[in-house]
């Protein structure tokens, strides 16, 4: 389905774990799966997961546990009875930029991808507001349309 999304709500919780585990990984990049749902034109994220054990943490670019991050979907799948599915990715990156090129073709996979039923994925980024001990993040909501990432704003639940 390729919806129109003007905004992306991130509940506390998300926002909270996404926040504890950039900084924790902090100058290596971190991420996980945006769990959640489609209102209309609203995107509606409910939970973040973690890395997982396995994933790769570089110092600009990140590899999510695969398998961590299907039984993560699984479980909050069935828990919610379907309500609540895959919406997209989360990282960090080290320094405040956006997406990079790789980020827009890493999308654009999962987009044509079927073992995803995303049309228009969501992108969390989570960029350092400073380089300082317990540095705060912004994060930031990017919807591949069209095989563009299109910034959309971010409201925070909480
Ligand atoms: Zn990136």
Partial sequence: MTATITEVCISAQAAE??????????????????????????????????????????????VRDGDFAQQELERVFSESTGSVDYIGEWHSHTLHVGPSPRDRRSMEFIAKSSQYSAANPVLLLALPRGLLRDRTYEIQAFVLVASMLVQVPVIKES
Avoid: D
């Avoid at 950039?22 to 890395?51: C, D, M």
């Avoid at 994933?55 to 990140?62: D, Q």
């Fill in 17 to 62: 774990l996404i926040q504890v585990e950039s900084n924790s990984k902090w100058p290596h990049e971190t991420g996980g799966i945006a769990l959640g749902r489609f209102e209309g034109s609203t995107v509606r994220i409910h939970q973040a997961t973690p890395p997982g054990p396995n994933a790769k943490h570089g110092l600009a670019s990140f």
